[in-house]
């Protein structure tokens, strides 16, 4: 896989020296995971270097704002065990970094001249704002639902996957409407794979990264996991559940045992959702025939597995 370097000084002006610097700290420890599976799209379809390494930059600009703005609108104090932004920089200033980001996006795809690629970026950022709305409007709200949650993550998370997807073969000026529907629901499937292991981080569930941990309950905000987890339980025990402070004290809420048979029923749901979207991404070679189809499902097959399990 090339290595595509989505951020450089030059990008953005030098008489900005405070907005560089924000930006230095932003994208220097970040994976790059969403412009590594544009890349890996991208190859069967034989795109440019130009054109690849303008959808891995537009990828990774809307994911960094929308990373900037959450931090914020959360209150998170750390992002990848650094201080975020908004600590750091005032919470001014990671507002104008992330809308700046988003704004470069839209100059830089103009420049592409692919209308049909420009209108749906705009639909995808407008998403990810919708989802990022949504969400904010579920704090403290421990009535949600699964389904929900479901909601916010595909417009939020899933966006953005469906987006690594779909851009390449837009770029490719290839539209055919099956194939994008199927690409569509992969995405979507892929979103909810990432932010369901990404919700267990939260409760120290294959936390190999030593994430900091309860830090969405101790916000007032119950994941994916915790509606799961507190689904059936008696009013009492949820609303000790709410008021834990450390992961010790909520598992001596719901007992240990409790805890594990969630853990491995939440996993359950994982692997038949792994299974679904293997079935979906082999029905893509029938969609694109000969190599390039081969080619693509090579591809996108092993990702879903390594994606929940948390598994380099």
């Not at 916010?152 to 194939?179: M, Q």
């Not at 190999?208 to 916000?219: F, P, R």
Request: aromatic share 10%; charged share 25%; hydrophobic share 40%.
């Amino acid at each position: 896989m090339r290595t595509v370097k989505v951020f450089d000084p030059q990008d953005f002006p030098a008489y900005l020296p405070k907005l560089n610097h924000l930006y230095d700290d932003l994208f220097a420890d970040g994976k790059g995971f969403r412009s590594l599976l544009v890349q890996r799209v991208a190859r069967p379809l034989q795109l440019s270097d130009r054109a690849v390494d303008l959808l891995c930059q537009t990828i990774e600009f809307i994911h960094n704002a929308s990373l900037l703005h959450d931090d914020l609108v959360d209150r998170s104090q750390l992002r990848r065990n650094k201080p975020a932004a908004w600590t750091k920089y005032t919470p001014e200033y990671a507002v104008l970094a992330g809308d700046y980001l988003l704004a470069r996006v839209m100059v830089n795809l103009s420049g592409h001249g692919n209308v049909k690629l420009i209108q749906y970026t705009s639909q995808i950022i407008s998403d990810l704002l919708e989802g990022e709305w949504i969400q904010d409007s579920l704090v403290r709200d421990f009535d949600i639902t699964l389904e929900q949650l479901d909601r916010v993550h595909n417009l939020k998370t899933g966006s953005l996957f469906k987006w690594c997807l779909r851009a390449p073969f837009i770029a490719a000026e290839i539209y055919d409407r099956e194939l994008h529907a199927v690409l569509d629901e992969c995405g979507t499937m892929l979103g909810l794979l990432f932010q369901r292991s990404d919700d267990l981080l939260d409760f120290d569930v294959r936390n190999y990264e030593n994430k900091a941990v309860m830090g969405d309950l101790k916000s007032g905000y119950l994941n994916s996991f915790g509606v799961f987890l507190t689904t059936g339980l008696t009013q009492g025990k949820r609303l000790a559940v709410f008021r834990s402070q450390s992961l010790g004290e909520l598992k001596s809420v719901v007992g240990e045992k409790y805890f594990e048979e969630r853990v491995q029923e939440f996993d359950r749901l994982g692997v038949s959702m792994i299974e679904l979207y293997n079935h979906q991404v082999q029905g893509l070679e029938r969609l694109l025939a000969g190599q390039v189809g081969r080619e693509i499902v090579a591809e996108l097959l092993p990702l879903s597995k390594p994606l929940y399990w948390r598994k380099k």
